[in-house]
């Protein structure tokens, strides 16, 4: 299906990540735009070349300067720019990193002034301040400024020490501030990071959660057979970190639990990922001699829901600091899979109170190593299958990705009506 040519509606998307990248903010973008394509509308991408969450370019793309891809019938048109990647992202290198994208793509922009003119200019933060490149786009071509806000990139530079000045925190909250005021829309992904930005600006803010596909994401009912087939045995109980593997994530901690539990034999750990720390971990539980826990790589994601449904607790794990900014986005895939997670993540929450509210996951203190041990033993050896069901309804009902975008586009335009379609 797609739309008649002369009522689409063009949108232009800014962000450092973007697809193929599986993980973290490239995957919602990505997601986000194939959608909007496949609906009628005219969508150009402005982005980087996929590097998340190895740190490193992935091949194909692997020397390239520029380059553009025409997807989805030519319908979304990508324009990928070279950036700085350090294989060891320190703060620093970070702030090179999302630098150098900033200069490459004002290039881009720069070049897309002279293309049609956009009706929507979708900035994704962090960066922050690619918010300034959107503001530079509308000041020439018109079009109004969505502002999309994933993580608080300012606070997390503070709370990791990142940056120590005072005097360059308040500069760039100013900054901050400067886009906010001035977009045409502010959205972000919770009600917790809603209660954030809100201190920050007095304005209205949309909720756009993160998503799931309900349909690729299931509960499957060989979960035995599916659990021999990743080489466990039917007795074992599996316990998963999959995502991002980085120092801030405090996974050393998973190490010395694991060897604090090695007398329940059948407590298997699992890290699943990629990232500049997974070394140094594996490092780390070879020299403990640890003989129940595994590292794998990145699972694709045709093939990630065996690994969910061959998971008996999924651990997700979160910092005090970041406990009511978002949603960890892992858990949409954990919770439309069926799946029992075991989240750290302060009383009074949004997530806390979410979670009990519904009743579909085992919740404890962030930071709290002693209680996350007992937590995991509780786990493996109670029924649950009540948070299961739960979790799985919950998906179906609240992050369906086509009630969310759908709800978003109105939030955008309450007036509008949906694009005529016709047969492709």
Not at 110 to 118: A, C, E, M, S
Not at 122 to 140: E, Q, S
Not at 244 to 268: F, T
Not at 366 to 386: F, G, P
Request: charged share 25%; aromatic share 10%.
């Amino acid at each position: 299906m797609k739309t008649k040519k002369s009522e689409a509606r063009r949108i232009l998307l800014l962000g450092i990540n973007f697809s193929p990248e599986l993980t973290g903010i490239g995957k919602y973008s990505g997601e986000m735009m194939a959608y909007l394509a496949d609906k009628g509308y005219d969508c150009t991408v402005v982005t980087s070349f996929p590097y998340y969450p190895t740190w490193s370019i992935q091949e194909p793309y692997k020397g390239n300067f520029y380059k553009k891809e025409v997807l989805k019938e030519g319908r979304l048109k990508v324009y990928r720019c070279p950036l700085y990647v350090p294989a060891v992202p320190t703060g620093k290198k970070r702030i090179l990193h999302d630098a150098s994208f900033f200069i490459s793509s004002f290039v881009m922009i720069f070049y897309l002034l002279f293309k049609k003119r956009n009706d929507y200019i979708v900035c994704m933060a962090p960066p922050f301040h690619l918010g300034f490149l959107g503001m530079f786009y509308r000041f020439f071509k018109g079009g109004k400024l969505v502002y999309h806000i994933h993580d608080l990139q300012i606070e997390a530079a503070r709370d990791f020490n990142i940056i120590k000045s005072k005097l360059v925190f308040n500069t760039l909250f100013r900054m901050e501030r400067y886009v906010l005021k001035r977009a045409d829309h502010l959205s972000t992904i919770s009600t917790g990071m809603i209660q954030k930005v809100s201190a920050k600006i007095s304005r209205k803010i949309l909720l756009f959660p993160n998503w799931v596909d309900t349909t690729l994401f299931r509960p499957l009912f060989e979960r035995d057979e599916v659990r021999t087939g990743l080489g466990f045995n039917t007795g074992d109980k599996v316990v998963l970190y999959s995502g991002s593997i980085g120092e801030k994530q405090g996974l050393e901690h998973l190490i010395q639990i694991a060897g604090d539990l090695e007398q329940h034999r059948n407590i298997k750990f699992v890290i699943c990922g990629d990232g500049p720390y997974k070394r140094k971990l594996m490092d780390m539980a070879s020299k403990s001699g640890l003989k129940n826990m595994q590292f794998l790589p990145l699972q694709p994601m045709e093939t990630f829901n065996n690994l969910l449904n061959a998971t008996d607790v999924h651990l997700v794990l979160q910092k005090k600091s970041a406990c009511d900014l978002m949603m960890p986005s892992k858990l949409t895939t954990i919770w439309s899979s069926g799946g029992l997670a075991l989240v750290s993540a302060q009383p009074g929450t949004t997530l806390h109170t979410t979670i009990n509210t519904h009743q579909m996951a085992v919740v404890i203190d962030c930071e709290d190593n002693e209680q996350l041990k007992t937590a995991i033993v509780s786990c493996c050896t109670k029924d649950h299958s009540t948070e299961r069901a739960n979790a799985r309804a919950y998906a179906l009902s609240q992050l369906s990705k086509e009630g969310i975008m759908e709800k978003f586009l109105d939030d955008l335009e309450p007036d509008h009506t949906p694009l005529e379609t016709i047969p492709a």
